[in-house]
């Protein structure tokens, strides 16, 4: 993807910054509207109305069509077609963000129970971690 983008609403020509990993690290835990996220990409001082947001939104998707996933499918009571987008940026950067706290709980409770720092239970692979994990449960009297 490019560095920056331009798009055009209704004959005027815009210009925005294509969002980066930080960017939405940010999203996903700042939870901002549409328009302010598209705010953040402009490199206008306004605030970017719908047909703003939804140009950006294009122009965005037209330099990655694999953000998205559009669905079609059916309902199986109503026969009543349905058509549906899973954006799959914020699926994936999702999945991270609770892989991330599942790691950080098992490093947690690893430092409870042995006197390693934080940096020496992370460098380890996940299998020693849960071995450890569980002798310290075994040791609890907890039988995993």
Avoid: K
Avoid at 69 to 82: D, G
Avoid at 99 to 109: G, H, T, V
Wanted: with cysteine; glycine share 4%; hydrophobic share 45%.
């Amino acid at each position: 993807m490019p560095e920056r983008i331009g798009f055009e609403v209704e004959g005027q020509r815009f210009e925005a910054r294509c969002p980066t990993g930080e960017d939405h690290a940010r999203w996903l835990s700042e939870r901002p509207s549409q328009h302010a996220a598209a705010a953040s990409l402009l490199d206008e001082n306004t605030g970017p109305d719908d047909a703003i947001v939804a140009a950006l939104n294009e122009a965005l998707a037209s330099q990655d069509p694999a953000r998205e996933l559009p669905v079609s499918t059916q309902c199986p009571a109503c026969e009543a077609a349905i058509e549906t987008v899973i954006a799959l940026e914020t699926r994936l950067l999702q999945a991270f963000a609770a892989e991330q706290r599942s790691w950080l709980r098992e490093i947690a409770a690893v430092a409870q129970s042995y006197p390693w720092s934080e940096a020496e239970i992370a460098a380890m692979p996940a299998w020693r971690r849960r071995f450890y994990l569980a002798r310290a449960a075994d040791a609890e009297g907890f039988i995993r």
